[in-house]
């Protein structure tokens, strides 16, 4: 058997070495992919796949591609991914070679994709080493196709017909759920729940569309919201992901009716008091109503307006929108009184409702009233005389503060007949009004200055203990003023035996009382 004598060198202490080693047993050279794993991004225009000699020296190993879920081709094109053509690697005293792989870039999303590099078939004289197959990741630098969902409106018991679109190119599919919500419109009285779910192909941007049925009421309303939400997509992201439904009121439904209220206020001395006029929604509750208003000159007696509280002001004009919000049954509006001190007559003003929104006017005038509570003279000038059981008639004139007479208008003082005594199982000073048997109100319906009363009074009147009073009530309170005994065979005003209820008044004189207008 015949040998072949290779010399191998050892550098040593000891010099120089030789030794025999068998033909048989000599290692081919091995080619191997230098990286197993290769990331790159999808705008380059190649990639360099690199392949290693385990020594420098000739020969050969073919390159080939395939797998993955990126698409390969002879040629970039449409839907192609990279050049997949086999390619031989040379090795010229080489240890190392770079192979370019040709990438083709797209606007398409499509993800992340993989091919597979392969080699086969080395040279005579080499061998393939342990790393054969690498893979290669197309890195997507595309953004991912945007899903919208549109707004519908439509009336109550209309169809309404919602749009889902995509835009951007896409390489795979797509999905993603759609579902409604409630939201001021209520499933199943103001429409019925839509949900399910949509997928596009790849390449696929046709728009979807779906359907939700709204429902007739009997309960008025302004314009009710639904909602449609998009979740859960798959290889896709948002542009809108809520759509809007609105159920416009069809007009078969009653809606609520406004009116406002006659109030009245003690103006007081100084300063400014609040009178609040209510504004009383009837009927369907469910929208907000809203409505204009306007202070106005009233009847007579007028009211003055004015910017601010200045001389001769009685009220501060203004004007607005009042909203009665939905649940609500009433609204205010406050409207700022002057004080002052001058006897004048109750005045009056008005507020006047216009252009209401969801809602109707039933009463669109309201009335306030400045209640004076000034001090005027009430002169119990004269009486009628006549007996315990009457009639006595009386007579009043109201003067200023300064004693002059003053005519008035629409002002009445009320007279009302007590009486103190056992008979009525009172004791002490205790009082009890009776009414009377005829009218009780002195009225100065004129621009005169005086007015009259005729009422009858009852009781025996036959003791001190049953006497009968007839009192002037005319202070904001409704309490007894000022009263005058009427007793047995003398009606006439005379002095008083008790005077717990006021001081005592005769013919002629004049008292100050806080005097009541209506």
């Not at 690498?134 to 991912?144: E, F, L």
């Not at 709204?214 to 449609?228: A, C, M, P």
């Amino acid at each position: 058997m015949s040998r072949r004598v290779i010399a191998l060198t050892v550098l040593g202490v000891l010099g120089v070495a030789w030794a025999v080693v068998p033909a048989h047993g000599l290692t081919k050279p091995t080619v191997s992919l230098k990286n197993g794993n290769t990331n790159i991004s999808e705008n380059a225009t190649s990639v360099l796949i690199t392949v290693v000699r385990s020594s420098k020296g000739n020969g050969s190993v073919m390159m080939q591609f395939g797998g993955g879920t990126a698409t390969g081709a002879a040629a970039c094109a449409a839907g192609v991914d990279y050049v997949n053509t086999s390619t031989s690697v040379p090795f010229d005293n080489q240890s190392q070679v770079n192979v370019p792989v040709t990438l083709c870039p797209d606007s398409d999303y499509e993800g992340n994709e993989t091919f597979l590099v392969q080699l086969t078939a080395p040279s005579s004289g080499l061998s393939i080493g342990t790393r054969a197959q690498s893979t290669v990741t197309i890195q997507d630098n595309d953004p991912k196709p945007a899903l919208s969902i549109d707004d519908q409106s439509g009336t109550e018991g209309d169809l309404l017909t919602f749009h889902v679109s995509i835009s951007g190119g896409h390489n795979v599919p797509v999905s993603v759920h759609y579902a409604t919500a409630n939201g001021t419109a209520v499933q199943p009285s103001d429409y019925t729940s839509a949900s399910g779910d949509f997928l596009w192909g790849p390449g696929d941007t046709s728009p979807r569309s779906f359907t939700v049925q709204t429902n007739n009421d009997s309960t008025f309303g302004v314009s009710e919201q639904f909602t449609v939400k998009l979740t859960n997509v798959v290889n896709g992201s948002y542009a809108d992901s809520s759509g809007i439904g609105t159920i416009y009121e069809d007009g078969a439904s009653t809606p609520p009716s406004l009116a406002i209220d006659d109030p009245s206020v003690w103006e007081g001395d100084s300063g400014t008091t609040t009178l609040t006029f209510t504004v009383t929604k009837t009927g369907a509750t469910e929208a907000a109503a809203t409505v204009d208003w306007t202070t106005q000159d009233g009847s007579s007696p007028i009211a003055t307006s004015g910017a601010s509280c200045t001389t001769g002001v009685d009220y501060i004009a203004g004007s607005g929108t009042l909203t009665i919000a939905a649940g609500d049954t009433t609204g205010t509006i406050d409207v700022a009184v002057c004080g002052d001190t001058s006897a004048e007559n109750n005045e009056l003003f008005e507020i006047k409702l216009s252009n209401p929104s969801l809602a109707t006017i039933s009463d669109d005038i309201g009335v306030g009233t400045i209640k004076d509570n000034e001090v005027v003279g009430l002169d119990l000038s004269s009486g009628t005389p006549g007996n315990a059981t009457g009639p006595v008639t009386v007579t009043a004139a109201v003067t200023n503060t300064d004693g002059d007479t003053i005519p008035v208008s629409g002002v009445q003082v009320r007279f009302e007949q007590y009486r103190h005594g056992s008979t009525l199982g009172l004791s002490g000073s205790d009082f009890d009004a009776i009414d009377l048997a005829g009218s009780n109100l002195a009225g100065f319906d004129t621009t005169d200055s005086s007015g009259e009363a005729t009422f009858s009074v009852s009781g025996s009147g036959s003791s001190s203990d049953d006497a009968v009073y007839a009192c002037v009530v005319a202070d904001q309170t409704g309490a007894p003023g000022y009263c005058a005994q009427a007793t047995d065979g003398n009606a006439d005003f005379t002095t008083n035996e008790d005077t717990t209820v006021g001081p005592v008044v005769t013919p002629g004189d004049t008292v100050l009382v806080p005097w009541l207008a209506v």
